[in-house]
């Protein structure tokens, strides 16, 4: 039986959750990622409460202009500089059952090199 696109990712994206559960001192940094926008928080599973969220159509990631990549690379410095001013310097990266190629990983190397480790 051939699983459609969704069932794929979904199938993905149930077995990334097995692995990476978020705790309080290791949350979650789980991305999104739509045809033109993407978003991205830091969530602690076990109380069940988004930390900090960001995605590209925050007022002042929305002003700014270049490629879909060089926007989710903005994203992810974003993400990690207000993880690190609420005290969060280590998580565990959801990729949402994307693979880890293009904006994905545009956004992971954006938030790794501004200080966020996983």
């Known amino acids: 039986m051939k699983l459609s696109k969704t069932q794929r990712k979904l199938r993905i994206r149930r077995r990334i959750r097995k692995v990476s559960a978020g705790?309080?001192?290791?949350?979650?940094l789980s991305v999104f990622r739509s045809n033109k926008e993407i978003y991205a928080q830091?969530?602690?599973?076990v109380q069940g409460k988004t930390l900090v969220a960001v995605s590209s159509r925050d007022k002042d990631l929305a002003k700014a202009k270049g490629t879909k990549s060089e926007i989710a690379a903005l994203v992810g410095k974003t993400i990690a500089e207000r993880s690190t001013k609420v005290g969060?310097?280590?998580v565990a990266f959801d990729r949402g059952g994307n693979l880890y190629h293009g904006r994905v990983k545009a956004l992971a190397e954006g938030a790794r090199e501004a200080g966020l480790k996983f």
Do not use: L, N, S
């Open 88 to 90: 969060i310097e280590k």
């Open 23 to 28: 705790t309080a001192e290791r949350p979650r």
């Open 42 to 45: 830091v969530i602690d599973d």
